[in-house]
């Protein structure tokens, strides 16, 4: 080994400048520029700070590139190495370390070298695979309501359609209560059930009644409930959410309501009162909570059974449980 050759290894050596040291490389006809080469420190570390920034837009960077851009760190030669391999990113490379150093947070400044560059290539020698993915790319803007209803068409007249259920029921499972899907079990496997209204009475109730006490049911302990007194707030989620509706009409067989006219609740609102009067109703699943409960709460293999029968809302129905 030469003097000279001594001298251009050590790097530390006082009377060697690094623009010296690059001089002596271009004679050697290594064809770096003295700018590039003084500035390769400062942007090997913006490199791995924006690598690190990079790795959350899902641009993959192998193992081996990291152990690069860490050895470059350190390694003068290396750093070299990776500014010639980065050919005409250089320049942008550049232009991001100096936006950086004004200050321009590294997002917005790889957000811009981005689009300069086009995308972010990552390149793995060992298998020649190439991962890329465009960044600043626009991204398209959202369909249109005719667009939309459009494709709603396009898919009704699609014959090969595979799709089951209707599309509100993932939603309407995230407005339920666990006790509120054990009422929508037990109306589509017990049927209707009964429910009753506390008026005023006698003669004075005959021309006007006061409602004292509305929708007494036993739908709580039946459906084995854990907030029993939070029922009525139930059966109004569930027919909000189009679930169930409260018919003016009592059911046919008379003994079901015997049971919920003894409960003490009902009692009491009797006997608060002179003269009182019970109006019996009912409580039904809709048609389109008859399908949520087959679709979405009952196994897979019960769901073709035969479930009580339940009425429809008829048109104009009011939806007061009351």
């Known amino acids: 080994m030469t003097h000279d050759d001594q001298q251009y290894d050590h790097d530390a050596?006082?009377?060697?400048?690094?623009?010296?040291?690059?001089?002596?490389?271009?004679?050697?006809?290594?064809?770096?520029?003295?700018e590039v080469v003084d500035s390769i420190p400062g942007l090997a570390r913006v490199a791995s700070h924006a690598a690190w920034h990079t790795a959350g837009w899902g641009v993959k960077t192998s193992a081996k590139s990291w152990l690069r851009v860490g050895k470059a760190l350190t390694n003068r030669q290396e750093a070299a190495a990776l500014a010639r391999e980065a050919g005409q990113a250089v320049a942008v490379v550049g232009e991001l370390a100096r936006s950086v150093s004004s200050g321009v947070p590294v997002g917005?400044?790889?957000?811009?070298?981005?689009?300069?560059l086009g995308a972010v290539v990552d390149q793995d020698p060992g298998q020649g695979v190439i991962d890329a993915q465009i960044v600043g790319s626009r991204v398209s803007p959202p369909p249109t309501l005719r667009e939309r209803g459009q494709d709603l068409l396009e898919r009704s007249r699609d014959v090969w359609s595979t799709e089951q259920g209707h599309p509100a029921y993932e939603r309407i499972l995230t407005e339920l209560a666990p006790d509120e899907a054990r009422i929508l079990v037990l109306l589509l496997k017990s049927g209707p059930q009964p429910s009753v209204d506390v008026r005023t009475g006698g003669p004075v109730g005959m021309v006007s009644s006061q409602l004292i006490a509305p929708g007494l049911?036993?739908?709580g302990p039946r459906a084995g409930l854990r907030r029993v007194d939070h029922v009525p707030a139930y059966l109004n989620n569930l027919n909000r959410l189009g679930l169930v509706w409260f018919s003016r009409e009592s059911l046919r067989d008379p003994m079901d309501y015997q049971v919920v006219e003894a409960q003490p609740d009902v009692l009491a609102a009797m006997h608060s009162v002179?003269?009182?009067?019970?109006?019996?109703?009912?409580?039904?699943?809709?048609?389109?909570?008859?399908?949520?409960?087959?679709?979405?709460?009952?196994?897979?293999?019960?769901?073709?059974?035969?479930?009580?029968?339940?009425?429809?809302?008829?048109?104009?129905?009011?939806?007061?449980?009351?």
Request: with cysteine.
């Open 13 to 34: 050596a006082p009377r060697t400048s690094p623009g010296e040291r690059a001089r002596q490389r271009t004679r050697r006809g290594e064809l770096i520029a003295p």
């Open 108 to 116: 917005t400044a790889l957000l811009s070298a981005g689009q300069s």
């Open 217 to 219: 049911t036993m739908i």
């Open 274 to 322: 002179k003269f009182a009067k019970v109006v019996r109703r009912s409580i039904h699943l809709t048609p389109f909570g008859e399908d949520f409960g087959k679709s979405c709460l009952i196994e897979e293999e019960k769901a073709d059974a035969d479930f009580p029968a339940h009425l429809a809302p008829p048109a104009g129905e009011t939806s007061d449980p009351a």
